[in-house]
């Protein structure tokens, strides 16, 4: 156990640091941009510290779902880095038969509503507010 | 990248050699450039000769990759800028090109210095190009039929579709292969890819595409638009293609609600268009390639991220890129549920 910060705090830190600090006092446009992006990149590591493994079991419950099979060989991975490498597996089975046309897709079925909820989810981590100014959060 | 000296120094050398005669490099200033190549504003003076004068001009430098492996080379480019303002297309023009690397180490152009915005957020916010706003949909309707106009025979470099094949496939057989050398795997590409191949509308009249026709790669000032950048997408292809890219959302700019560049509906710029061109617009084939647009987009993001993951390039603002993939996605599987809901 470490001392506080944590991690999200540093995380967090840095970009105030960044955006408050480093951004009003960088006359260099192109450095200013760069600048910006890196702090925007430091909020979307917070929010997936803070989102990461609820977003994970949502999305291996729904790929279990698609290839009920799976559950069994794994059953409920307690560590993140388990329950990553599980949905990265499912979905990459997922693409190789989509391509293969073994899977098909159309809209409003479960591998569409699927394949759609996990772009929502990757971008309530990665650009939370154009999901919600574009109102694709639904 | 080489110090601002160095550039001048090196610069200085090549145009003496091609303008036989001394010729001065000064005030080198980088611009806002894209992220596969950088701009660098400079002033010239070549002292004597036929070439004898001062140049205002932009030096175009090719960065560490390519966002698309079908991007055109500088000479290439060259050539089809010096065709593009036969044409009548508003084109700065070129000076000199070179792709010996022992000049500056990567391919370059100098093109005329046109001054204005090219920042497409700046473009939509600006006060001072409220007039430019109002102009630029009808002018970018005119400016893309005389692309469109253009005679492509002798640019044979261009790639271009097999004869009888919808032009939508040969872009989507490029993406196939793009797709295959990312490190991960996307379903939501592959849904787009199997429905964009499906639905791919005949293209009867292949013409020349500019490639990347949006704000951005526009030069406005408060006229509206001066010039038309950033040629090296160029193809032969489906008149569709650059007529929907405008609309994609991203090129919206953040003002979502105006569908076309963020600035109108759309409808002047459509109008003028047909209108200069004496084509037709087809209402499905420009919202297939509003489809493909966001596909292309989504793909071309994490192409960039892997220039910065694979260490070619390392940069922050590639990086990021990999992270906005998801937005062009989403927005494609949207576009793809309303066309299938209106049964076209």
Aim: contains cysteine; glycine residues 8%; neutral net charge.
């Amino acid at each position: 156990m470490q001392d506080r910060p944590d991690l999200r705090e540093l995380l967090e830190c840095v970009r105030d640091f960044l955006q408050n600090e480093a951004v009003p006092r960088t006359s260099d446009p192109h450095l200013r941009f760069r600048v910006r992006i890196a702090a925007n990149v430091l909020s979307i590591a917070a929010r997936e510290i803070e989102l990461e493994e609820e977003l994970l079991r949502k999305e291996r419950r729904r790929l279990l779902e698609l290839y009920p099979e799976a559950g069994v060989v794994v059953p409920a991975p307690d560590a993140v880095q388990e329950l990553k490498r599980a949905v990265k597996g499912l979905t990459e089975r997922l693409a190789r038969e989509l391509r293969s046309g073994q899977m098909a897709a159309a809209p409003g079925d479960p591998v569409w509503s699927h394949v759609r909820a996990a772009l929502v989810e990757k971008l309530q981590v990665a650009n939370p507010a154009w999901l919600k100014r574009t109102g694709k959060n639904q | 990248m080489m110090s601002p000296e160095e550039i001048s120094r090196r610069l200085a050398a090549f145009l003496s050699r091609e303008a036989r005669s001394e010729v001065e490099v000064a005030n080198l200033r980088p611009l806002a450039g894209g992220a596969s190549r950088a701009a660098i504003a400079l002033d010239l003076e070549v002292k004597s000769g036929p070439q004898a004068g001062r140049y205002a001009g932009v030096l175009r430098l090719d960065l560490g990759g390519k966002i698309y492996e079908a991007s055109l080379s500088r000479a290439q480019e060259f050539r089809l800028l010096r065709e593009a303002g036969r044409a009548g297309v508003n084109v700065p023009r070129v000076f000199w090109g070179c792709e010996d690397p022992s000049v500056l180490g990567r391919d370059f152009l100098i093109l005329e210095r046109i001054e204005g915005e090219t920042i497409g957020r700046k473009i939509i916010d600006a006060k001072e190009l409220e007039e430019a706003r109002r102009l630029l949909p009808r002018q970018m309707g005119v400016q893309l039929a005389r692309i469109h106009a253009m005679d492509f025979a002798a640019l044979e470099f261009l790639p271009r579709p097999q004869p009888e094949e919808p032009a939508a496939r040969a872009v989507l057989r490029r993406a196939r292969e793009e797709i295959d050398r990312l490190d991960d795997l996307h379903p939501a590409l592959e849904i787009g890819w199997k429905w964009l191949w499906e639905q791919a509308p005949p293209c009867p009249r292949p013409v020349l595409v500019h490639g990347d026709f949006r704000l951005g790669n526009l030069m406005v000032g408060p006229e509206g638009l001066r010039s038309v950048l950033d040629w090296e997408f160029s193809s032969v292809g489906d008149p569709h293609e650059d007529l929907a890219w405008p609309f994609v959302l991203d090129w919206r700019f953040g003002n979502e609600a105006m569908r076309f560049a963020g600035i109108s509906d759309g409808a002047g710029f459509l109008e003028a268009y047909q209108k200069a061109s004496g084509r037709e617009v087809d209402g499905r084939s420009l919202r297939y390639w509003e489809i493909l647009g966001n596909f292309r987009w989504a793909l071309g993001c994490l192409t960039q991220a892997n220039r910065h993951l694979s260490g070619k390039e390392r940069s922050v603002e590639l990086a990021s890129l990999g992270r906005r993939a998801a937005e062009m996605e989403l927005e494609m599987m949207d576009l793809i549920a309303g066309s299938e809901s209106q049964g076209s």
